[in-house]
């Protein structure tokens, strides 16, 4: 159904936003 296909995406957009999250502190750190 639909609400299957959204709910799918948003897991998938909720992972890469935690993934970019966590790169980007990595860049910060390795910035030091």
Known sequence: SDYDI???????????SHYHSGSSKKQGLYRI
Do not use: A, P, Q
């Open 6 to 16: 959204i709910e799918r995406f948003g897991r998938i957009s909720r992972n890469l």
